[in-house]
């Protein structure tokens, strides 16, 4: 079995995920909503009950062994995930709820730091995350939003890039990679443009960091966020990682316990990084979750991962070039993990429910892009988003099913 | 074309047995049922809570509601035909009185009816609903 993929071991790799193996509507399920969410190996599902078994205690702050344990295992975390993205050190790492809040943490500091006059620079396929944050940091300050467009491809113009790009420009925030189109941004080379005209540069990774090798320091970017969800790990946690001379003096996000050094009724100092961005309790469990991930993650040979996901993305694009009556949205000649397409003359949303009664989990609509899909001109896509546990035979399944749509929609 | 009344439906519905067949019934009447008129596609006729559009216009003669409903999906709209075909041209009474979501269970469709599903079916009958009491 398995003898068209890669050298990975697929029967050892999907026997991790015990939700791959049920059947929906008495079909196998095929999971291909990954850009939405992963699913979680056993490790992942081990250690956060192990967390909760053996050692669940407050952090930082207990006089007694169980606290002694959960602290260790919570800020081991914290060197996973550095050690995962090259951070150069561990207090650079951030935990947050997930991307969305790495970027409010941002763009909430940036508002305080704006003036009437600069400029905050996103894209034309911003996932709302990384739109709404910064057009409300800029209403709160006066500054200006600039978008850059894309090409009808749905690659980034590189040039108006470059031209809007200006003394001016104090912020650059754009996706590493599209989630709904999947096209890959070159940022390293956006953002040494941007810091050329000395703006701070975001990139919002959480439709990159499943696919191996980010490397912060080689980017050269000053903020990194995304979440462990979309990473095999838990929902509700995820990383801001940002540059140690950006963060030590960011504005403070939340105040409370653990992010004070001191505290009097008049006043309170602030703690050093990364407590003074990690108010209250932080999600002890949901960090030893997403370690747990990155661990099984880095433990696949990670070349092989990205031979896979480059065979199956190869075989996707191949059949549905091939298929007739189907439309692929966004044709970038780097993409990753994401097929966003339209069956002409049907509506997404039939698509995806009829697909849905074959067992094939797919997603259907704006993607959190509305801006995005009114420059396209699309009532929304259908995407399939595939990740490492996903087989050459399920691509097949996706087409021979989306035959039969199109046959009931016809 | 004459869409078919709520017993005809439910008769029709009976006799599949199979999702295939059954979901093209229904994609059959969502292509059957009249779009409305582009004018009338606004934003106040415009139900939210859905993943399509779906626009609602009713009147009011002789004590009874008429409903024109659309979709720019297909299944949605077969579905707006099924709602349809059990409140358009009936009195307030009749709407209120009437078991909704039993009809859907004895279609077997009623994983449509529950408001987590986002295709906006709920949204539509509570707006029904909700003209039929208001309504003088």
């Given at each position: ?132 944050t910064w057009q409300q940091a800029c209403v709160r300050s006066g500054a200006t939003l600039k978008i850059v467009p894309i090409h009808d491809n749905g690659t980034l113009d590189t040039q108006a890039f470059a031209s809007l790009l200006t003394q001016k420009t104090k912020m650059v925030a754009l996706p590493h990679v599209s ?126 991962v990205q031979a896979h996901e480059q065979a199956l993305m190869a075989s996707v694009l191949e059949q549905a070039q091939a298929f007739e009556g189907l439309t692929i949205i966004g044709n970038a000649p780097i993409k990753m993990g994401v097929l966003s397409f339209i069956l002409q003359g049907s509506h997404p949303a039939d ?60 | ?136």
């Open positions: 079995m398995n003898t068209r993929n890669s050298v990975l071991n697929m029967d050892e790799i999907r026997g991790q995920f015990p939700i791959l193996h049920q059947q929906i509507e008495g079909k196998p399920l095929v999971y291909l909503d990954n850009a939405a969410t992963t699913q979680k190996p056993l490790a992942v599902i081990q250690a956060i009950t192990d967390f909760y078994t053996q050692c669940n205690a407050n952090v930082h702050r207990g006089a007694h062994h169980l606290s002694d344990e959960a602290t260790r295992r919570y800020e081991k975390s914290r060197d996973t995930v550095a050690n995962f993205i090259h951070a150069r050190d561990r207090k650079e790492v951030i935990w947050t709820s997930g991307t969305t809040e790495g970027i409010n943490i941002v763009a909430n500091g940036m508002a305080q730091r704006l003036q009437s006059g600069d400029e905050v620079l996103v894209t034309e396929m911003e996932h709302h995350a990384n739109l709404v989630n709904a189109l999947g096209t890959v941004n070159p940022v390293k080379e956006l953002t040494a443009l941007s810091k050329e005209k000395g703006a701070l540069v975001l990139i919002d990774g959480a439709q990159s960091i499943a696919h191996g090798n980010v490397n912060v320091d080689d980017i050269d970017c000053d903020f990194y966020v995304f979440s462990g969800h979309k990473l095999f790990g838990p929902t509700g946690i995820g990383v801001l990682w940002g540059k140690e001379v950006v963060l030590q003096d960011w504005p403070v996000w939340q105040t409370g316990g653990e992010m004070i050094a001191t505290v009097t009724y008049e006043s309170a100092t602030w703690g050093e990084l990364p407590n003074r961005l990690e108010a209250g309790t932080p999600n002890i469990a949901g960090a030893i979750g997403l370690a747990a991930a990155i661990d099984w993650f880095t433990s696949l040979d990670l070349s092989a698509v995806g429910f009829l697909l849905d009664r074959q067992g094939i989990a797919i997603r259907t609509g704006d993607h959190c892009a509305q801006p995005l899909m009114r420059r396209l001109d699309l009532p929304g896509t259908a995407r399939a988003s595939f990740s490492v546990y996903n087989t050459l035979e399920e691509v097949d399944a996706l087409f021979i099913a989306l035959k039969k749509v199109q046959s009931m929609l016809a | 074309m004459n869409l078919p009344s709520s017993k005809e439906i439910v008769e029709d519905m009976a006799f599949f047995d199979d999702w295939e067949q059954r979901y093209q019934y229904i994609i059959d009447l969502g292509k059957s049922i009249p779009p409305i008129d582009e004018s009338l596609k606004t934003d106040k006729n415009r139900v939210r809570g859905c993943q399509s559009s779906v626009w609602l216009v009713s009147t009011e003669r002789d004590g009874k509601l008429q409903f024109q409903a659309d979709s720019d999906a297909v299944i949605v709209n077969g579905l707006l035909a099924l709602v349809m075909a059990v409140f358009n041209d009936k009195t307030k009474d009749h709407i209120l009185d009437f078991d909704i979501n039993g009809y859907f269970k004895e279609l077997d469709l009623e994983r449509h009816i529950t408001p987590t599903r986002g295709n906006g079916l709920h949204a539509i009958v509570a707006k029904i609903q909700t003209l039929a009491k208001t309504k003088t």
